[in-house]
């Protein structure tokens, strides 16, 4: 069954074939249906690879056909099923289905009904090639493939400015980390001869550590655009002006997880450059707190829910980076349901206030809401890590492994992350849900609890998050994600020498504990769960009991304040520096081309023109008229002694006699 891998990807791209030919003329409607479909196929195949992929972990290629031949130089369109392609199929089918059909009564009525379905099904066939290609090249196709969708589904409302600003700052921020993407993968056909992944992992070892960080870090760069990562996230917050169910599938569970994904699949290149690694680490975990604390002032739903998504990212490269690939692979799969859980139920919310996304005209909607705001409070207990749910065990996972691993600023980083994230979203939960109610007395009217098309996606999604992290994750260091990816993490070979095979055994994430949990593993779990709660608790007192609190602290602590509510003005100084500084650097390098480049080209063909003027006429006046002047002479010379010539020989006699009297003449008298 593994070898049908290939059909998973093509049956999104045949509905968005359909659609983009015959939606707008003969589907309209309906262009759901083929979507839906070929989503649901897509996912049965999957089911079906991921079964044989249980069944038997080791990794199956599946080649196509040969796509570039060039020399040295041969790439095949092929595809790879193990362990971490076939979970990633889990998440991108399995979530892609239920927010497809999401979609169905979020996007009811919209002039644009078919076109959006057409660029989700295509996002669906980019994001399953990039999961499941077997070499870095189809993996930068899929990479780039998913780029596009991004920006036509930001920018799907094109008519507001708003969001075409924000679709083409996507596609701006991500080229700019693609390019570094491109270079790495560049240097890996240079080093090793071969895009294809399974070529490259065993022979690893024999590159010198300067050439694998050089690489590593070119793919992290990648990483750092696509996922959102400090310096690169300015892009995640500005997408929300998207359709939520955009933001949920791309936005939130799938396309910004590639990057982790790509760091993952290259976990052997990681560990033989442990300087890269650190790095990765490092950003990881800046950026895991630094969102988290924008998150904690931020007013649009959505907005807090981007940046709760950036530092969820952040998260989940903090595990990669110090070696716990399998638990950054697991809080990829648990974000994947609470995220989107999350996100949708901010889309139901929205829907019901006919648009509205600032908290501060919600509050007191938990009665007219019952499904949304329960099903929203399950995925807020998920996110903030409190046990059994799913973020728990995956998020705990992940700092417990950055204690052991002796990182223990980071650790206090993603613990004070792990705070703030709890009590943005239950101030979340209590601005929207409970309270007075501020909503506009008109919209009011009108609110209501989303249709079942909507809800019963949000179900599914909150049942996952209440019981993913368990059958995944437990018990905590050997669950069954653990023994799992441990096949796939087991290719290639470790900076020690030893075989990650070998490894395995200790390697950080994917170990099995040998004699249960430490003292030190239920230290660390208290200390998640118990900041979780700190922050829940918080919230719940700020903003149910004295809710005078928020705003006096915004007042006595103005600057900082400021400081959150302005993002830190990174916005602001990148419209500075790189916008407007780009902007003066072009006006000067055209001016520079208009009056220095175009000047002396200017001046060189006036010089050139003004030098053939003066050549034309001292060639006609000098060079020809001294020609036409020498042929006059001649010509009027020959015409006069031709009179001479008459032919009569009594001209001839009367010249003799005239010529022998000047004879004589002149000798007689001078």
């Not at 249980?54 to 095949?76: H, N, R, Y």
């Not at 441990?486 to 490894?503: C, L, P, Q, T």
Request: aromatic share 14%.
């Amino acid at each position: 069954m593994a070898k049908l891998i290939w059909l998973i990807p093509l049956f999104p791209l045949l509905g968005a074939i359909v659609n983009g030919l015959w939606g707008r003329t003969y589907i309209r409607d309906k262009a759901h249906i083929p979507a839906i479909a070929s989503t649901a196929i897509s996912l049965f195949f999957a089911l079906l690879v991921v079964g044989a992929v249980i069944a038997d972990p080791k990794a199956t290629e599946v080649m196509l056909f040969d796509w570039i031949v060039a020399g040295p130089l041969s790439v095949q369109v092929g595809f790879l099923a193990d362990p971490l392609s076939a979970m990633m199929l889990l998440v991108v089918a399995g979530v892609g289905f239920v927010i497809h059909v999401y979609s169905i009564g979020y996007m009811h009525g919209d002039p644009g009904y078919y076109r959006f379905f057409t660029y989700l099904n295509l996002f669906m066939f980019f994001m399953l090639m990039l999961v499941t290609a077997n070499n870095y090249l189809l993996m930068f196709v899929g990479w780039e493939g998913v780029g596009l969708c991004s920006y036509l589904l930001i920018g799907f409302w094109f008519e507001r400015q708003s969001a075409a600003d924000a679709g083409k700052k996507a596609f701006v921020v991500n080229r700019v980390g693609d390019a570094g993407f491109l270079l790495g993968v560049f240097l890996i056909y240079t080093t090793f001869g071969t895009f294809n992944y399974l070529d490259i992992f065993p022979r690893a070892q024999e590159v010198t550590t300067a050439i694998l960080t050089t690489i590593t870090l070119c793919l992290f760069v990648g990483a750092m655009g696509k996922s959102a990562q400090i310096p690169l996230y300015v892009w995640l917050p500005d997408a929300m002006e998207g359709p939520t169910p955009v933001s949920a599938l791309i936005h939130a569970a799938t396309m910004v997880t590639a990057g982790v994904y790509m760091v993952v699949r290259s976990h052997v290149l990681y560990a033989l450059a442990p300087m890269s690694a650190e790095f990765v680490a490092l950003i990881g975990g800046l950026t895991a707190i630094f969102a988290a604390s924008i998150g904690l002032v931020q007013n649009d739903i959505k907005r807090v829910l981007a940046y709760s998504t950036v530092s969820q990212l952040g998260y989940m490269f903090l595990g990669a980076g110090v070696g716990a690939f399998a638990n950054a692979i697991f809080h990829l799969v648990t974000h994947a349901f609470f995220k989107a859980l999350l996100f949708l139920g901010s889309g139901s919310v929205i829907h019901a206030l006919s648009g509205e996304q600032d908290m501060r005209k919600m509050g007191g909607l938990r009665p007219h809401l019952p499904i949304t705001s329960r099903v929203f409070y399950i995925g807020a207990v998920a996110i903030a890590g409190i046990p059994p749910l799913a973020g728990f065990w995956s998020k705990d996972a992940i700092l417990a492994e950055t204690f052991k691993s002796g990182h223990y600023l980071l650790w206090f980083v993603g613990v004070v992350g792990a705070f703030m994230t709890a009590f943005y979203m239950f101030r979340l939960i209590y601005l929207t849900f409970y309270g007075e109610s501020r909503v506009d007395h008109e919209v009011m009217h009108h609110v209501h609890e989303s249709p079942p098309v909507m809800t019963v996606p949000l179900i599914i999604l909150a049942f996952l998050s209440v019981v993913g992290g368990l059958i995944l994750g437990f018990p905590p260091e050997h669950g069954w994600i653990h023994r799992f990816l441990g096949e796939v993490i087991g290719h290639g070979v470790m900076a020690s020498g030893h075989s990650v095979a070998e490894a395995a055994a200790t390697a950080p994430g994917v170990h099995a504990a040998e004699a249960g949990l430490h003292a030190v593993d239920y230290l660390l779990m208290v200390i998640s769960v118990a900041v979780g709660a700190a922050g829940w608790g918080l919230a719940w007192y700020m903003y149910t009991v004295r809710t005078d609190i928020p705003a006096r602290l915004a007042v006595r602590y103005r600057d900082v304040y400021e400081v959150l509510v302005n993002k830190y003005w990174v916005d602001e100084l990148y419209e500075y520096v790189f916008v407007r500084g780009g902007k003066a650097l072009m006006r000067w390098l055209w001016r520079f081309d208009e009056q220095i480049i175009d000047g002396a080209v200017n001046g060189a063909s006036q010089l050139t023109l003004d030098t053939s003027v003066s050549s034309s006429r001292f060639d006609l006046y000098t060079i020809d008229g001294s020609v036409n002047g020498v042929s006059m002479v001649i010509k009027y010379g020959a015409r006069a002694f031709r009179l001479l010539q008459t032919g009569f020989v009594q001209n001839y006699v009367l010249a003799m006699v005239l010529g022998l009297f000047v004879i004589v003449t002149t000798y007689l008298f001078f």
